[in-house]
Structure formats: C-alpha cells, structure tokens
C-alpha cells in the first residue's frame, strides 16, 4: 500500500470516527464564531446579551457598525457608534447572516488552509455567488424565506470546507489535486450533514441542503432546496470540485425545470443576478 493509500485510510478513518461520536475537530476562529452565531439563533436572549457576543469578534463588530451606517440603514445620516445601536438599526437576521460572512472570511483564510488557501478562497467566492444568488431568486420571486435562502447558501458546501481545513494533517494527498477532489467528493454530503448538525443549523436548512442535488421540477420554484439547486446551477463562480462543465450545469437545470420556458427562466435569473448585488455588497459590508 502506498503512503498516499496510507493517508486516506488515516484521513478516512478520522473522519469515521468524529461522525460516529460527533466531536468535530473545527478550526479555532470557527469555534469562536459558532458561539456567535448560536447567539444570534437564541430567540429569547436579549439585544445586550447579543451584543456582547457579537463585540467578542472584532471584525463582526466593525462590519455591523459599517452596515448600520450605510447610506441604505441610515438616511439621515445619525451614526451610531456601538454595536447594540447597530444592531437594533440593523436587525438580528441581518447580523445573523452578516456574522455568517465573517465565519466563512475567517475560515477562508485561516492557518489550517494555508497548504489550500487557492481552493479555499475559491469555495468561499463561490459559496457567496450561490448565496446572493439564492436571496435575490427569493426576492424576485416575493418568498418569505429570502435570509433562510442565503443562509443555506452560505452553508450548502460546509462539509468541503471542513474536509479542507483538516487537509493539513495529511499532505500526502495535496500532491494531486484530482485524488484530493475525488476524496472530498466521496466523503461531502456525509460530513456536510453532520457539520452542520454539529453546528446547531436550523432543521429546515440541514434538511433542504441534504437534498439539494435533487429539484422537484415545480416552477416557480418555492422548496428551499430547489432554490439551492437553481442558485447553484447558475453561479458564475464554479466550485472548484464540482466535476460539471458550465454547460452540463445549464443542461441539468433544463432538464429539472424541462415544463419551464427557457425564456422565462432565463428571465428570472437575468433579474436575479442584477438584484444580488445588493445583497453581496451586504455580505461584503
């Protein structure tokens, strides 16, 4: 067996064996982070008490503070200086998926991605394409669950950027990149979906995204997972794993919506990419 060989079965055996008891090896400014946003999720902790999470994370707290005192929060041009004032302008569900951002920023760019960085930067950009994506489908549409549908966005390929940020451990698998594909690929949805459980991510998130290979076909599409799998299949930036041409992308997405007009669908995406922008900009604040 070669050492290669060796290092997968290790890598494989890890991975097993964290499923199997659910203690997750995350990187140290995701375990931060968690704590943060599982403040943001607890319905009845107060706007103090969320403040003083949100203030643990330097960049989260300058963020907030930028966004509150954006031209599209504040009109009137009264700044405010703090972060439980940003946070009442703002509203929770936008600090929620605000500090989301900053998890995958951090993430993106953290030590144990060093030997990745490239690859990690790349999922980041393309899991902020389906996000946005996502939200502006869901307000072209006029569903209810835009923040949800960007939320998941955001989270759709966790399970890679955790197997990524454990790479570090065992390099012999870095010195090709196909074999490293084809092993993150194998291992993705299973420990996307413990991730997040792990993770404390709401049901109907954990949920749609463990079926968001998949698409009913109903139009217009209003399933969560329908909306990952159109956002997905539409993001101009690929994921760097992903084994389909942007051809075979549009092909897929034909073939689910086969009863859709192209014209109408192209429409809806046409529109949705221009009304992403606001919501990029929002993550990127």
């Known amino acids: 067996m070669s050492e290669t060989t060796d290092r997968r079965a290790a890598f494989s055996e890890a991975i097993e064996r964290e499923m199997r008891t659910g203690e ?169 979906q413990a991730v997040l459980r792990a993770m404390g991510t709401p049901d109907v998130i954990v949920e749609a995204l463990d079926n968001q290979d998949t698409c009913s076909g109903v139009w217009p599409p209003h399933k969560l997972s329908d909306l990952i799998f159109l956002a997905n299949s539409a993001a101009g930036t690929p994921n760097p794993f992903s084994t389909l041409s942007l051809e075979a992308q549009v092909e897929q997405r034909r073939a689910a919506f086969q009863s859709v007009e192209h014209e109408t669908m192209n429409r809806l995406l046409d529109e949705a990419r221009v009304k992403r922008a606001a919501a990029l900009a929002m993550l990127a604040a």
């Open 24 to 192: 997750f090896v995350f990187p140290t400014s995701m375990q931060a982070a968690m704590m943060i946003r599982r403040a943001l999720e607890e319905s009845e902790a107060g706007l103090t008490a969320v403040a003083k999470v949100i203030s643990l994370e330097p960049v989260l707290s300058v963020k907030l503070l930028r966004m509150a005192n954006s031209v599209f929060y504040n009109p009137s041009g009264i700044e405010v200086t703090d972060v439980q004032r940003a946070l009442m302008r703002v509203g929770v569900n936008n600090a929620r998926i605000l500090a989301l951002s900053v998890i995958g920023d951090q993430l993106a760019t953290a030590t144990e991605f060093a030997p990745v960085i490239r690859l990690a930067e790349q999922l980041w950009r393309h899991s902020l394409d389906v996000a946005s994506l996502a939200f502006a489908i869901n307000i072209q549409l006029e569903n209810a669950q835009a923040d949800t549908a960007m939320l998941a966005g955001m989270v759709h390929d966790i399970g890679q950027f955790y197997l990524l940020s454990r790479v570090h451990e065992f390099p012999e698998l870095l010195h090709e990149q196909s074999e490293l594909a084809e092993f993150i690929l194998y291992w993705d949805k299973q420990v996307g």
